[in-house]
């Protein structure tokens, strides 16, 4: 039996909830719109960077090194006398694409097999648990950074390094929405319609569990662009002279007194990155399992 | 007579969250307690019963407010009061039980402990001191080797332990109201009725008054000796227990009579009151009950009946309060 | 209590399969090195006799599984081989950095915890609104940014233009270490916060709307008697686990942070042996880590229990 004050709080978050449903059109949804305004514009920034770039990024200028901002450089240039504002926006273009396709390999390879694991279960199940358990317990900055190590320098062996660490996320968040997708009724009808397992597989659980991963998978991003930038940072990462935020962030460390905006403004860039893919991840998430939101 | 104890006046509450036009859940509701006096309100979930509860113990959930009205204790009136003096007076002199002895214990702290919380901030006691306080307090209700009990967890006592101790917990500071929330339907039958026994014994004992939600008119009549019938926000009849159930004026008060068994007339068929209650949002205009009355006539559905005195100290607000009394005695 | 806390012996023999698992990995490590490791580690320059002699040092030449034995068994007499470069046992190397390292992460979740509750308590306290709405912005703004940028601008403020904390270095006395440890700390605790402040912040949304909290209040309790006696304790223990789960998490965080206040912690022994490409010390830095990310697991347990008197790992384990 409820009280009249839960019946009242039921009845207010139902409201709520209703409210928040994707009933409202998604152009409506605020944190989706902001998202897709500020990863767009970066996107665009990245892809447009020969067209946007005023000066050559890697084009050294000894006689012109460390200026303050000026109307020829707008955030003045490096200790090379390469224009700041073209490494900038150079820069966007290297460190999205490596943030992007970094998720790639971990999300296929991870959801598959947490899903083949949460729904076969058994033996096969727990082994892959025990691997994932093991894998936790590396720190993803250290596992990354050795790795890289091992795998040498070049983007390549940063995406293998991403991939070898972050698939047990997406296992483990695949397998979980399995486990509970394979109990529901819908699953269980189409098993004893004689449905095989790739199919319900495929067609009956993939859908509701991607979406989870989808969501992961936004901010899996933000987590790998800090990686890349963190690389950069530590002299780890994309080869010099490329254009890379962390990179400029190290070249601008040194000149911290007297040229703030060299180490400052990348860290900014960063943090309007991540911000749009968290809202991105937020709005996503409001939009495909919108009752789970609180 | 003394001035009242508690004296509620035109209380209105409602839902301010999240409109500008706030949607009212109680509606001009009045009602007194006397010193020691036992007070039942009686409705169906979603009465409001509960919030008016709640409202003179400040305790109401997030969102809800009171938006008009009085509520005056002891003299002192309560709304708009700081909240920081207003706490002041819960424990010694106002004390609340809950519903749900389960969730109304908080799960992390020893209940002797919760016990000694009160005693210990009002009564100046010492951490010993209040301890000693608890066990005493779980002594009198009846806890079998208080002294083991008090250092339990409240996972792992039963469910009536639970409640005996919400009771010592809401009596360790000798309140003069204590305001009871269905304190035994989470219950079962034969600790119910213990726990009611209880609750009364304590009460004569300490000479609390109890103000005392529920929707069972069976356990008002054991424990109270007045009563306010509330529907849909509003009351719709109050007076003493014996002349209300004798003589039920208002046909809500009659039909919740005829839906409940009567241990007296068991061969007597229950009646269930067709419909539903209104919605708080859509509320009928003119008297909620109207839509599910036998008796409705035209000017049920313009304007609230006032209330109406029927007899010494009965009220009820009804247009046909005579007609009904007539109707039922013909019956 | 002390009932519950049987469950610790079980626990750690839980752990073992994931400790060995690790132990694994880590030696695996070495023969992810592309080609012979012993050349790769020493560079196309490195002569014939040098490479056969790292080989031997590293044990390259004889079948793996005994390799890994071998490894095991000296894993177990706290043997974790020679630093390439300091020609110093790895062991000591890593004991000497442990300590600075600890210190950080230690401050750092003291400092953490002590920005969080308050704010995640005035943001709780009423959801939607304007300070809600602040610490809220904070938590998003505060995921987005690179530990390390994070230190830098401290730097920058506190250091540089305000002169109020050292910039670098890790002192010599107790006082001179809090002291000098204070800006890397806090730019791992604002790294901190935001996991923090939103788990906490959930947790005592729910707290405050619980049945208990209202029997507190009409017990009298308000204000910070009723946040410290009743919200706290219950609103702390999901947050716990989040710690629990994230720490490994920040531990990474640490050792780039480290770089950035050059302190001579097991960051800078990472990735100081990184560029010296000195193997075993990078595996015993790792290896350590992962270790100690297993431990927190454990000890996220007992805290859970000590915290929350209905979990009972040791009953659980029984049945």
């Not at chain 2, 969730?103 to 006691?125: C, D, F, K, S």
């Not at chain 2, 006592?157 to 929330?181: F, H, K, N, T, V």
């Not at chain 2, 559905?301 to 309060?321: K, L, Q």
């Not at chain 3, 050792?255 to 960051?267: D, S, T």
């Amino acid at each position: 039996m409820m009280s009249p004050a839960e019946l009242l709080n039921a009845r207010l978050q139902q409201r709520r909830a209703l409210r928040s449903r994707s009933i409202k059109p998604w152009y409506r949804n605020g944190a989706l719109m902001a998202g897709i305004v500020i990863v767009g514009a970066l996107v665009l920034i990245a892809v447009l960077a020969p067209l946007l770039a005023p000066y050559d990024p890697i084009a050294q200028d000894l006689r012109n090194t460390l200026a303050s901002p000026s109307a020829e450089h707008w955030l003045g240039t490096d200790k090379f006398g390469r224009d700041i504002l073209s490494r900038l926006i150079w820069g966007a273009q290297v460190d999205l694409r490596v943030g992007f396709l970094a998720v790639l390999i971990p999300f296929v390879f991870g959801s598959v097999l947490g899903a083949i694991a949460g729904y076969f279960g058994g033996w096969l199940d727990t082994i892959l648990m025990r691997i994932v358990d093991v894998f936790f317990a590396f720190p993803f900055y250290v596992m990354v950074i050795v790795l890289v190590f091992i795998f040498g320098s070049g983007e390549a062996s940063i995406y293998l390094a991403i991939a070898a660490v972050s698939w047990v996320s997406y296992a483990k968040i695949v397998r979980g929405e399995v486990l509970v997708a394979k109990k529901q009724d819908y699953v269980t009808a189409a098993r004893l319609g004689g449905m095989s397992h790739g199919r319900i597989l495929v067609k009956h659980i993939g859908p509701n569990v991607l979406s989870q991963a989808i969501i992961y998978g936004m901010s899996d991003i933000v987590m790998d662009i800090m990686a890349i930038v963190t690389l950069g940072y530590l002299g780890l990462g994309i080869a010099p002279p490329t254009a890379e935020w962390g990179s400029m962030i190290n070249d601008g460390q040194e000149f911290i007194t007297t040229q703030w905006q060299q180490a400052t403004i990348p860290g900014l860039m960063v943090v309007v990155a991540s911000l749009g893919l968290s809202f991105l991840g937020d709005g996503l998430s409001d939009l495909l399992s919108p009752e789970r939101r609180k | 007579m003394t001035d009242p104890l508690l004296s509620v006046r035109s209380l209105s509450i409602g839902v301010t969250r999240g409109s500008t036009d706030p949607t009212l859940i109680v509606e001009d509701v009045s009602f007194d307690i006397s010193k020691g006096e036992r007070f039942g309100i009686v409705g169906e979930s979603g009465s409001g019963k509960s919030l008016t509860l709640r409202a003179i113990g400040d305790l109401l959930p997030r969102g809800v407010e009171v938006l008009a009205g009085s509520i005056r204790y002891n003299g002192t009136e309560l709304v708009g009061m700081p909240r920081s003096s207003r706490r002041k007076l819960m424990g010694p002199e106002i004390a609340m039980i809950f519903q749900e002895p389960m969730t109304a214990l908080n799960p992390v702290v020893r209940v002797g402990e919760q016990i000694a919380e009160g005693p210990r901030r009002y009564l100046g006691m010492t951490r010993a001191e209040s301890m000693a306080r608890a066990i005493e307090m779980m002594a009198k209700t009846g806890i079998p080797d208080p002294v083991r009990r008090a250092r339990a967890y409240p996972h792992e006592l039963s469910g009536g332990l639970r409640q005996r101790i919400m009771i010592a917990m809401a009596l360790s500071c000798d309140p003069r109201l204590l305001l009871c929330d269905e304190p035994t339907t989470a219950l079962d039958v034969t600790v119910q009725h213990q726990v009611l026994r209880l609750l009364e014994d304590l009460c004569d004992d300490s000479g609390a008054a109890l103000a005392f939600v529920t929707h069972d008119l069976a356990v008002v009549n054991q424990t109270c000796t007045d009563l306010a019938v509330m529907y849909s926000g509003h009351i719709v009849e109050s007076g003493t227990v014996r002349e209300v159930l004798s003589d039920p004026r208002h046909p809500y008060t009659q039909g919740l009579l005829d839906s409940a068994p009567d241990f007296d007339r068991p061969e007597r068929p229950l009646i269930p009151i067709p419909g539903f209650p209104p919605n708080v949002a859509s509320r009928p205009s003119g008297c909620p009950f109207a839509p599910r009355c036998p008796f409705v006539v035209e000017a049920c559905r313009t304007a609230m009946p006032p209330m109406v005195t029927v007899a010494p100290g009965h009220g009820a607000a009804c247009i046909e309060a005579d007609r009904i009394s007539r109707e039922l005695v013909a019956r | 209590m002390i009932d519950r806390l049987k469950f610790i012996p079980a626990r750690l023999v839980q752990s073992l399969p994931v400790a060995l698992g690790v132990t694994l990995i880590v030696f695996l490590m070495a023969h992810l090195l592309p080609g012979n490791a012993a050349l790769a580690l020493l560079g196309e320059r490195a002569t014939d006799a040098s490479v056969a002699a790292l080989t031997e040092q590293l044990g390259l030449n004889r079948p793996i599984w005994e390799q890994y034995f071998i490894f095991l068994t000296r894993l177990l007499q706290g043997d974790l081989g020679q630093s390439l470069t300091y020609q110093l046992p790895v062991t000591d190397l890593v004991f000497q950095a442990i300590p600075v390292t600890m210190s950080v992460l230690g401050y750092a979740l003291t400092l953490a915890l002590l920005i969080s509750i308050p704010l995640a308590a005035l943001a709780a306290f009423r959801p939607g609104g304007a300070r809600d709405l602040g610490v809220r912005t904070y938590t998003l703004l505060g995921q987005g940014m690179p530990q390390f940028w994070v230190g830098i601008m401290l730097i920058l403020l506190l250091g540089v233009n305000l002169r109020i904390f050292p910039v670098g270095g890790y002192g010599t006395t107790m006082v001179d270490h809090l002291y000098f440890l204070f800006l890397p700390s806090l730019t791992l605790a604002i790294a901190m916060c935001p996991t923090i402040i939103r788990s906490l912040r959930s947790s005592m949304i729910d707290v405050l709307g619980s049945d208990y909290v209202g029997t507190a209040k009409s017990k009298g309790a308000y204000g910070v008697a009723l946040l410290r006696d009743h919200v706290l304790r219950n609103a702390a223990i999901p947050t716990v686990s989040v710690i629990g789960v994230n720490l490994g998490y920040l531990v990474g965080g640490s050792l780039v942070i480290e770089q950035v206040f050059a302190l001579p912690g097991l960051g800078s022994l990472m990735i100081n042996a990184i560029f010296a490409r000195d193997f075993p010390t990078i595996q015993g830095v790792t290896l350590f880590v992962a270790l100690f990310v297993v431990v927190v697991g454990i000890l996220t347990d007992v805290v859970y229990t000590m915290l929350d008197p209905r979990v009972d790992f040791a009953s659980k384990d029984q049945t």
